[in-house]
């Protein structure tokens, strides 16, 4: 019997999970579809986010022929059987897994096919094809990015595999506790393929467990779930609150410099496979708790993170570790981010005032008889690149939301610069008023 997954792979846009700035209303690859006018891609992105359902779908909504080959296994022979096919029906959609480590010889020979629309081809690689895909197929190819699953879509997709009677497991009434399910889809770092397989597993050996009668439901509990995805349970309630302890202590760990207990939490994560999470978690770590401090151990974090979703578990661990240590062990502040809740306070909080009409835009007919952008003053056009005017409307004219602490070289420099600048503006706005009033 083929695999859940494959069975319950979509036939048309509309059973596509995800994806939807792509295969949503209105969006680019629905656009094509309904208007005729397909054309040669390149989808890519992690494994198991929808690359093979988009193509399949695409196929399915338009009816063509649809074949799948991998350009590092599948031969130039492979390539002839599908151009012909291509040739007979008048164009056949070819999904090309790994198109990365497409050789030239095959190139060569899909090149003119492309051209020609005698093969639709769906170029499919976890790798970015900017840099990993060669200039004559790009040219030739619409590159879409794909984007990590939500929670939300990956529970679409095992919804729908436990209610389908005809390819999914509907005939088995399964039911999941909350643990279980929320065990299920975390694990899967957002890979709808590797969760509906496991779940199938967890099916079908329960099944022989629990053996339950034709007419009753069976019931997947968490220890189900951990036992076939080979994972221990990290604590997974139906509420949550486990994870979020976790998540939490994992944050806190990093802001209080402790790196020991930082690499502890972030085991226990990755144990649980929830890179999602840890992602987020780090991105959020990286401009809350260090951001001015040291921007360039955020700057790292980002990359790292990136890093570890293009690769995956286990190899992601190895980024991971690298930024939580740095994160660790980097200057902290969070100067940045109580500048800008303070600020937000003012505006949901004050009546702020209208915008000055120096800032106002002018690039409109009849800007100049409101007074619009009329005194605005350029600031490049001034030594320095600067010049005194004011930015604040005039119900805030004083305010000051930035503080920094100067706990690195950096946050020091920018407090000095941001004193300098501020006593700068003050003292040009008094002798503009000055003079105004002269």
């Known amino acids: 019997m083929q695999p859940l997954a494959y069975r319950m792979r979509p036939t048309n846009l509309d059973e596509v999970v995800g994806q939807t700035h792509l295969v949503g209303p209105g969006k680019i690859i629905r656009r094509m579809v309904e208007a005729k006018l397909l054309s040669s891609m390149i989808l890519y992105g992690p494994p198991g986010i929808g690359k093979t359902s988009i193509a399949s779908a695409i196929a399915g909504s338009t009816k063509y022929a649809f074949r799948k080959l991998n350009a590092a296994t599948d031969s130039k022979q492979d390539l002839k059987i599908v151009a012909e096919e291509g040739k007979m029906s008048g164009t056949v959609i070819l999904l090309l897994d790994e198109i990365h480590r497409l050789d030239k010889t095959k190139q060569d020979f899909l090149l003119p096919l492309l051209e020609s629309g005698q093969i639709i081809l769906i170029g499919a690689t976890t790798e970015n094809p900017y840099i990993s895909t060669s200039p004559a197929i790009r040219s030739r190819t619409q590159i879409f990015e794909l984007r990590p699953l939500e929670f939300a879509d990956i529970k679409i997709a095992v919804d729908r595999a436990l209610t389908d009677v005809d390819h999914g497991l509907g005939k088995y009434h399964v039911e999941l506790t909350k643990d279980a399910e929320q065990l299920l889809i975390e694990n899967a770092n957002g890979d709808v393929r590797a969760t509906l397989n496991a779940l199938e597993l967890a099916v079908m050996s329960t099944r022989i467990e629990k053996a339950p009668a034709e007419d009753e439901p069976l019931l997947l509990e968490q220890s189900d779930i951990a036992n076939s995805i080979q994972k221990k349970i990290q604590h997974f309630d139906a509420s949550g609150d486990g994870h979020y302890d976790l998540i939490s202590a994992f944050q806190k760990s990093i802001r209080g410099s402790d790196v020991d207990a930082a690499l502890h939490y972030l085991a226990r994560l990755i144990e649980s496979g929830d890179l999602v999470s840890i992602s987020r978690r780090l991105s959020v770590i990286a401009y809350e708790d260090i951001g001015l401090a040291n921007p360039a151990a955020a700057s790292h974090a980002i990359n790292a993170i ?110 000095e610069q941001y004193k300098k600048l501020r006593q700068m503006q003050q003292a040009g706005l008094k002798q503009h008023k000055q003079a105004k009033n002269d």
């Open 306 to 415: 990136y890093a570890a979703n293009q690769l995956g578990f286990p190899e992601a661990r190895i980024p991971l570790a690298n930024a939580v240590i740095e994160l660790a062990l980097s200057p902290k502040t969070n100067s940045a981010m109580t500048a800008i809740d303070a600020a937000l306070t003012d505006v949901r909080s004050k009546d702020v005032g209208s915008i000055p009409d120096s800032l106002k835009d002018a690039h409109y007919s009849g800007a100049k008889k409101l007074n619009h952008g009329v005194s605005y003053q350029y600031a490049h056009n001034y030594p320095n690149d600067w010049v005194a005017q004011q930015y604040l409307p005039d119900k805030l004219l004083n305010a000051s939301y930035f503080t920094p602490k100067g706990n690195s070289k950096y946050e020091i420099a920018l407090r």
